[in-house]
C-alpha cells in the first residue's frame, strides 16, 4: 500500500529542509491514514520535472508542493503525475497550515475545521475518471488482491450498512507507479458521494476513515482526521 510508515529517503530527498510528512483520514484511534508529504517551500522547487523526481523518489501515494501559504496555492504529484486535484493532499495541507482555502489547479476549494475533522468543500467533477465497483458485501471487497486483474483506477466498495451510510472500500490505483493499494483516496469518495447522492461514512483500506456529505449546490464536502508523522 501507499501509507504506513515513511520510506527510508535517498540522500537528495533527505535534504529536502522543509518536508512534513502526514497521515491523512485516520480513524478515531489515530492508526492507519493515507501518507502525505508536504513541501512547504514550493518556491525552492520550481521545475515541474524536479517536483516529480521528489514526489518519485518519496513515494507516497501523493506529495504536495506549496507555492503560496497565504492564498493556498498548491501543486499536487503522484509518483508518476502531477494531478489537478485531490483528496487527501488537500484536507492535509489545510490542516497543516490552518487554511480557509487551498487552491489546487483545479479550483478554488473551501475548508473548514470542525473539532477532530478538517473538510473541504470540492466537486466531483475535477477527479479524473475512475471506475466505481459495487460488490454484494464488504468481505468480498476484504477478499481482493492487491491489486485485481484490470487495467485502470479501480475503486472497490460495498455497503456495511446502507441505512446508517456505512461503506467498505479498497482503492487499486493500477497505473505502474508503485502504489499497489491507495489506504485513503478522497477523490475517490467524492465520485461516490456524488453517484449515491447521500452523506457517506467510509471505512477505507486497512481502517481509514473518510466522511462525506452533500451540498444543495452540487459541491460536496469531505473531511478527515489529520495526524503528523514527521516535521522538519
Excluded: K
Excluded at 520510506?7 to 537528495?12: G, V
Amino acid at each position: 500500500m501507499g501509507s504506513g510508515s515513511p520510506p527510508c529517503l535517498n540522500a537528495r530527498v533527505a535534504d529536502i529542509s522543509d518536508l512534513d510528512v502526514l497521515s491523512v483520514f485516520c480513524a478515531a484511534d489515530g492508526r492507519h491514514g493515507n501518507t502525505l508529504g508536504v513541501v512547504r517551500e514550493g518556491r525552492y522547487h520550481p521545475d515541474r520535472a524536479d517536483r516529480q523526481a521528489i514526489a518519485a523518489q518519496l513515494a507516497y501515494s501523493e506529495t504536495v508542493f506549496v507555492d503560496d501559504p497565504d492564498r493556498g496555492v498548491v501543486d499536487i504529484y503522484t509518483p508518476g503525475l502531477r494531478l489537478p486535484f485531490a483528496g487527501h493532499p488537500l484536507v492535509g495541507v489545510a490542516w497543516l497550515l490552518d487554511l480557509e482555502v487551498v487552491n489546487p489547479p483545479a479550483g478554488e476549494v473551501w475548508v473548514r475545521q470542525d473539532g477532530e475533522f478538517t473538510w473541504i468543500t470540492a466537486r466531483a467533477e475535477w477527479v479524473p475518471p475512475r471506475t466505481l465497483q459495487r460488490y454484494d458485501t464488504a468481505a468480498e471487497v476484504d477478499a481482493l488482491p492487491a491489486p485485481p486483474p484490470g487495467e485502470g483506477w479501480l475503486y472497490a466498495w460495498a455497503w456495511e450498512d446502507e441505512a446508517a451510510g456505512r461503506v467498505r472500500a479498497r482503492a487499486f490505483p493500477r497505473r505502474g507507479d508503485g502504489i499497489t493499494e491507495d489506504e485513503a483516496t478522497g477523490a475517490a469518495a467524492l465520485l461516490l458521494t456524488a453517484r449515491l447522492g447521500r452523506a457517506l461514512n467510509i471505512t477505507q483500506g486497512r481502517g481509514s476513515q473518510l466522511i462525506t456529505a452533500p451540498g444543495p449546490d452540487g459541491t460536496i464536502e469531505l473531511g478527515g482526521r489529520v495526524r503528523l508523522l514527521t516535521a522538519h
